[in-house]
């Protein structure tokens, strides 16, 4: 499971953080590996956090160590869309930008789109629907505002 650029590499599969293109597997196709995906992230959970009440609310020791793939599939899996970009950067969707933070361990969200999509109006809902899928599964997110009034999340390990 990688997230780098977003790229799907073959027999492989790729958190979207929303910093790639689009996915070009069907959506369907797309949906069912993210399925997959996140099932086995949650029996690595029940089977690494035996001694918490719930093992599926706790990040495993691998999501501790890459957050950004475990937010960015988690956030994909809850059904939020990823943003994209073309070839030269320019954003072409909405949806969440997942980022590394700027603290160790943490990672940024962000609510973004092509120019005069709509997205600024968007961000605050949209973030709090991020902050409310990442919440049962033990990652605390925090709402900022940014330069330019823009909000965005600071997620992190809620241990």
């Known amino acids: 499971m990688t997230a780098e650029g977003d790229s799907e590499r073959p027999g492989g599969f790729a958190a979207a953080t929303g910093d790639g293109p689009p996915s070009p597997t069907a959506p369907d196709v797309r ?24 093992p599926t609310a706790v990040p495993a020791a691998w999501e501790l160590n890459q957050p950004l793939r475990a ?8 059904g939020l869309a990823p943003s ?20 160790p361990g943490t990672v940024r969200v962000e609510w973004l789109g092509p120019p005069g999509g709509g997205a600024a109006q ?6 709090t ?11 605390e997110a925090l709402l900022y505002r940014g ?13």
């Open 84 to 103: 994209a970009v073309d070839a030269r950067g320019r954003r072409t969707a909405t949806g969440f930008r997942a980022t590394a933070g700027e603290r």
């Open 31 to 54: 949906a069912a590996e993210v399925r997959v995906a996140f099932g086995g992230l949650l029996q690595i959970r029940r089977l690494t956090n035996t001694g918490a009440p719930d």
């Open 129 to 139: 629907l991020c902050a409310a899928a990442l919440a049962p599964l033990g990652w």
């Open 147 to 159: 330069p330019r009034r823009r909000r965005f999340l600071e997620v992190e390990p809620a241990l």
């Open 71 to 78: 937010v960015a599939l988690a956030l994909e899996a809850a």
């Open 122 to 127: 968007e961000e605050e809902h949209q973030l």
